[in-house]
């Protein structure tokens, strides 16, 4: 998915294993921002975790020929990353995690620092998608601010280990977060759009 309206790179990068919420979320938040934008699923790029060689200690580059190195130009030329993931035990999925190990010689080199970066993360099932929820009232809980604290406790966990590493490693500066609990985005529309098009308009720092 390719968007081309306007001079500022937003690149889209999506940590998900499959088509489904994360990605219904970085393209509508792409499309609001309607400018020269990208989305990147992680789940068809090649590229292996890192194997912790050191190799790029002192040179800051990656010794592994695989397509992490085109991934990595286009992150440099963006102006803006917009990271989005579901949430696997309260962290990010392995495609993810794989993909931020990757990026030590961006950390070393400070290649990032400075760019501006987006949150989406969901999770938590829907009724009858687990059996052990079959009898479990989502509609009833999300109603009780208790009960919806502990349902976007562990993706709010995500979203803070997305946070901690563009702003606390990559020297980021975060636009904004938007998160989705109970596989239901769609609920999030109108914040989706809300963030796309906060990214084009040179807002300054700061998650919600």
């Known amino acids: 998915m390719v968007i081309k309206n306007g001079k500022i790179k937003i690149i889209g990068i999506s940590g998900s294993p ?15 921002a309607g400018c020269d934008c990208e989305l990147i699923l992680l789940k068809n790029i090649n590229f292996k975790p890192c194997g912790a060689c050191g190799g790029c200690f002192q040179t800051h580059k990656c010794v592994v020929e695989d397509d992490m190195r085109e991934l990595g130009d286009k992150l440099e030329k ?20 794989a993909f931020m190990d990757r990026c030590l010689p961006f950390y070393l080199a400070e290649k990032l620092k400075g760019k501006k ?20 009232d989502i509609g009833k809980a999300m109603k009780d601010p208790v009960r ?10 995500c979203r803070d280990i997305l946070k901690s590493f563009c702003a606390d490693h990559m020297q ?12 239901n985005p769609k ?3 109108k914040e989706l759009v809300k963030l796309g098009k906060k990214l084009i308009c040179g807002a300054g720092a700061g998650v919600v």
């Open 148 to 157: 919806r604290k502990e349902l976007e406790k562990p993706v709010r966990k």
């Open 172 to 183: 980021m500066k975060i636009i904004g977060s938007v998160i989705a609990i109970n596989s």
């Open 18 to 32: 499959r088509e489904g919420n994360t990605n219904y979320m970085l393209r509508k938040v792409l499309e609001a």
């Open 187 to 189: 609920s999030k529309t």
């Open 117 to 136: 970066a987006a949150l989406l993360v969901t999770g938590n099932f829907k009724k009858g998608e687990a059996r052990f929820l079959d009898n479990f």
């Open 78 to 97: 963006a102006d803006v990353i917009v990271f989005g993931c579901p949430t696997y035990f309260a962290n990010a999925p392995a495609l993810m995690k």
